[in-house]
């Protein structure tokens, strides 16, 4: 099969991330008040599987939740509000222009309730499926356009696909599962286009795990006041997953629209923390570092045992392709004590790894040596 990752590269490879860390001035932590420690998953078992960020919530966003306790008898009412103005003078917005939600995951629902209740949804595949699985169970018609060749989103064919039933386009960018990006000089253009025809909306769940992510943001066309939705969370960056705290930015009738819908009450342990980690610059910087070193471990052994892969992906994680049934690549990293992504439609064959901790990348890199390297 392809060739094997050497020994030496991957000692080097090792060798130079824990280096990093070691030399990694101690200011960013202090600054966010303590070192970051990773989050435990299942027993004996890396959890590689979520796209979640193992070292957890900055110490900031830990003593905010802390803190946050002493009220918890309270119902929370209008706790959002700090976050939203936060958020707010970041985006050249106002706080009418924003809902914050039980993670991304409940405005991509009701989105998907509003907008496509007796209509039509168009998204690409495969990518994340909250909004049209939720949307089809409410009777919405749901158009599927696969990727291009590059694993990228085709927009000349989801341009095509949407029609005068379409109510809303669905955009997910960086796209999970594959970690592509339409760059934002080709975002924008488009979804300008696509919003004088139905509702846009753009997950933008992974964008800012880059520090560049303001040059591809789509939240341009927001403020331009089209009919255009863009969902970020707290879950990835932020490490915030267990706690669901996310939120939307789009033109005020549009949140008005969603708000309409809303599902739950937001708790305020979890606004506490995301309030805290949103303003914790050093913390990001932190977390977008040791993904990067994470990210170099995995796609090194990938490079070096020839498997194709998506390059430069803009996700925590990694799209590969196994050359052979994922359930027996899944089965063989599960008994070295790795647990990797479930299985895409139409890539039978291809696995998508979350990224843990840098010392876990490691050891799964040695894993991907020692499957390839077996005889058939």
């Not at 600054?31 to 193992?54: D, F, H, K, Q």
């Not at 937001?266 to 949103?278: I, M």
């Not at 992906?313 to 196994?322: L, P, S």
């Amino acid at each position: 099969m392809a060739s094997q990752v050497s020994r030496r590269s991957l000692l080097l490879g090792a060798t130079a991330a824990a280096a990093t860390l070691a030399t990694r001035p101690a200011r960013a932590e202090a600054a966010a008040g303590g070192s970051v420690s990773p989050a435990s998953g299942a027993p004996g078992l890396a959890r590689l599987i979520a796209n979640e960020n193992p070292y957890g919530p900055s110490a900031s966003a830990r003593r905010a939740i802390t803190e946050a306790l002493a009220t918890a008898w309270q119902y929370p009412m209008g706790n959002d509000q700090p976050l939203k103005q936060l958020i707010a003078a970041r985006e050249g917005l106002s706080p009418k222009h924003i809902m914050v939600a039980e993670g991304s995951g409940e405005i991509l629902r009701i989105a998907g309730l509003v907008f496509g209740l007796g209509r039509e949804v168009v998204a690409a595949t495969p990518t994340f499926g909250f909004l049209q699985a939720y949307a089809r169970q409410m009777g919405a018609t749901v158009t599927e356009v696969p990727l291009d060749e590059h694993l990228r989103h085709d927009l000349k064919a989801l341009a095509a696909a949407v029609t005068a039933s379409t109510g809303l386009l669905y955009i997910c960018n960086p796209n999970n599962p594959t970690g592509t990006l339409i760059p934002g000089s080709e975002l924008r253009p488009f979804v300008q286009e696509m919003a004088s025809r139905t509702t846009v909306l753009v997950d933008e769940a992974y964008l800012d795990l880059w520090e560049d992510w303001p040059q591809h943001t789509a939240t341009e066309r927001v403020r331009a006041g089209e009919a255009v939705i863009v969902t970020r969370t707290f879950s990835k960056l932020h490490g915030l997953a267990g706690l669901r705290v996310g939120y939307a930015l789009a033109p005020p009738p549009l949140i008005e629209r969603l708000e309409k819908h809303r599902m739950t009450i937001q708790g305020s342990t979890g606004v506490a923390a995301a309030t805290a980690s949103y303003q914790d610059l050093e913390f990001q910087a932190l977390s977008r570092a040791r993904l990067r070193e994470g990210l170099a471990i995995t796609t090194e052994a990938l490079q070096e045992l020839k498997l194709r892969h998506v390059e430069n992906g803009r996700g925590n994680f990694v799209f590969f392709d196994t050359s052979g049934p994922l359930t027996d690549f899944s089965a063989a990293m599960r008994r070295a004590g790795y647990m990797v992504g479930r299985p895409f439609p139409h890539y039978s064959t291809w696995c998508r790894v979350s990224m843990g901790t840098v010392e876990q990348m490691r050891g799964f890199a040695g894993a991907l040596q020692n499957y390839f390297a077996s005889p058939a």
